[in-house]
């Protein structure tokens, strides 16, 4: 069984910043592409920021030059800082992860069951 944790959520005034941390555990013989979604009320999860095995990254249009994701692949773990936060910044955050379990090079994506993040103005 694998699992993804969140961990870093919170309550934080319009500028400011947050470090999103996801913890991925159990049975895996690897870690592909890990990424960071994100929900808003009455909106579609989102990709917010994506990192590849080999460490590619790639981000959403509006955080861009704001938030930074980082990988520690000996701790199995992604990350997530956000800095210059904005009310529209508010929702959700998820935590992806596509996960192989045997040495064949497909793998499984798995979710977190996201961190709420909440930006006042």
């Known amino acids: 069984q694998v699992q993804l944790v969140e961990s870093g959520g919170g309550l934080v005034q319009a500028g400011g910043s947050l470090r999103l941390s996801c913890v991925a555990s159990?049975?895996?013989?690897?870690?592909?592409?890990m990424g960071w979604y994100r929900q808003a009320p009455g909106r579609q999860r989102e990709l917010v920021a994506s990192?590849?095995?080999?460490?590619?990254?790639d981000y959403a249009d509006p955080v861009k030059g704001r938030f930074t994701i980082s990988r520690d692949s000996a701790k199995n773990t992604v990350y997530l800082q956000m800095n210059s936060l904005k009310p529209e910044d508010t929702a959700v955050y998820f935590c992806?992860?596509?996960?192989?379990?045997?040495?064949?090079?497909?793998?499984?994506?798995?979710w977190g069951k996201g961190t709420l993040v909440t930006v006042s103005s």
């Open positions: 992806n992860a596509n996960i192989r379990r045997s040495i064949l090079p497909g793998g499984t994506d798995y």
């Open positions: 159990g049975s895996m013989y690897g870690i592909n592409a």
């Open positions: 990192s590849t095995r080999s460490g590619i990254t």
